[in-house]
């Protein structure tokens, strides 16, 4: 159900629990009941959120294969990242929780590290910091998945599309 709900907040941020019930598949009554309050909807959304991000994390950096293998998985599953963006980083509900913004601080800094090791490997540039490298690949993401929740570009796009950008930049 949380899958269904992030994107319908993240398109409409005054979305009420009634609209993001509907939209989600599910009456308002059963939504509710799992959630009081919309401010428990919201921060549930950023638990799953912060999860699914350390989850693709963790297997990067369990990951020994190539550097090129290891940011092919991670770019696979780029909508966390976006999400992290979107949602948990802006979201009011969210962003004054401090446990929220250690852990979204702390999956940044994985991702920093994740970007380094992909410059030490001589995949990934090295004239630039890896907090930008991070904040490119979370930038696309969020571009990546905002454009395919309203249909600008497909679902299997994204991963290519980020791929390409981090990889060769826009130049021709």
């Known amino acids: 159900m949380l899958d269904s709900a ?11 629990m ?5 939209r ?9 009941r799992l ?14 959120i912060l999860n699914d991000c350390d ?31 979107n949602l948990v980083y802006i979201e009011p509900d969210v962003s004054g929780l401090p ?3 250690t852990r979204a601080k702390a999956i940044f800094l ?26 490119t690949f979370c930038g696309l993401a969020e571009t990546a998945w905002e454009l395919t929740l309203e249909g600008h570009m497909g679902a299997r796009q994204g991963p290519d599309f980020i791929t390409a950008i981090l990889l060769h930049g826009v130049s021709a």
């Open 35 to 48: 959630f009081p309050t919309r401010k428990l909807l919201v921060q549930a959304m950023a638990e799953k």
């Open 55 to 85: 989850k693709i994390l963790a297997r990067a950096e369990a990951d020994a294969a190539p550097m090129d293998q290891v940011l092919t998985a991670l770019v696979a599953e780029y909508t966390p990242f976006a999400q992290l963006w």
């Open 6 to 16: 992030i994107p319908v907040l993240a398109k409409d941020r005054a979305a009420s």
């Open 99 to 101: 446990e929220a913004s």
């Open 18 to 22: 009634q609209v993001i019930a509907s």
């Open 110 to 135: 994985r991702t920093v590290k994740v970007m380094e090791r992909g410059q030490n490997s001589g995949l990934l540039r090295n004239d630039m910091p890896g907090t930008w490298l991070a904040s």
């Open 24 to 32: 989600a598949g599910i009456s308002r009554a059963t939504l509710v």
